[in-house]
């Protein structure tokens, strides 16, 4: 069975200063790992998303992610936050192709 | 570019009615998922479709059935509508079902059961 684990529920930052938001996964399968964010009363979007080829995926609006194979880890990163990032943030894992299943996200606020 | 369509976008029921939500993948997109989000949940993975058939199950309830049709649009029928069916109800699509595959997912179609 594959699932994610979203290290932390709230991340707040200050404008400006890096994002990092975690997620843990466990698939007994080589995993599709992805980030959707969803802005609120909004749908989910894809933010970047991971296929076994390059380790660090960049998406878009500056986002990166690094996938650790030994530590089981797809962290989201991003070097300078906006206060458009604020949103809530879910980890997502795939396996077989058809269900994704989803983290229980992360609420990002970004202070001025 | 065209994206996934859901109909209606808002959707007021009273307990034990029965409701229909529509989906409309993006062309040439043969899979649809349908997931379900409570109030400050994460969604939850219902049922997905691919090529008119049933690909895979989560934990959809027996009273809620969904279909995908020729024209790979898809159904989800609910009945006997509960207070706590009252949730937003995502839906995506993708172009097959390979690694990797990316879903895109709908604006939603928000139920409120009353």
């Known amino acids: 069975a594959q699932s994610v684990t979203q290290l932390d529920s709230h991340v707040s930052v200050s404008e400006g200063t890096p994002v990092l938001l975690r997620c843990n996964y466990s698939s007994s399968y080589s995993p599709s790992l992805f980030w959707y964010v969803q802005h609120p009363n909004k749908g989910l979007q894809l933010l970047l998303k991971y296929t076994s080829a390059a380790t660090l995926v960049k998406g878009i609006n500056g986002f990166e992610a690094e996938f650790k194979k030994s530590e089981t880890s797809f962290h989201l990163t991003k070097p300078s936050a906006h206060m458009s990032d604020a949103a809530e943030y879910f980890c997502v894992v795939s396996s077989s192709g058809y269900a994704l299943n989803f983290g229980k996200g992360t609420s990002l606020l970004v202070t001025p | 570019a065209a994206g996934v369509i859901q109909s209606p976008r808002h959707l007021i029921k009273e307990k034990r009615e029965t409701a229909t939500l529509k989906c409309y993948p993006i062309?040439?997109?043969?899979?649809v998922y349908w997931y379900q989000q409570g109030p400050g949940q994460d969604p939850q993975f219902l049922i997905s479709f691919y090529e008119k058939m049933q690909s895979d199950k989560g934990s959809i309830p027996d009273r809620f059935s969904a279909q995908q049709f020729s024209d790979y649009h898809s159904e989800l029928n609910m009945s006997s509508l509960e207070l706590g069916d009252s949730a937003l109800y995502f839906c995506a699509s993708s172009g097959g079902t390979g690694k990797g595959t990316e879903a895109f997912f709908g604006q939603g179609t928000r139920l409120t059961v009353v």
């Open positions: 062309p040439r997109h043969d899979t």
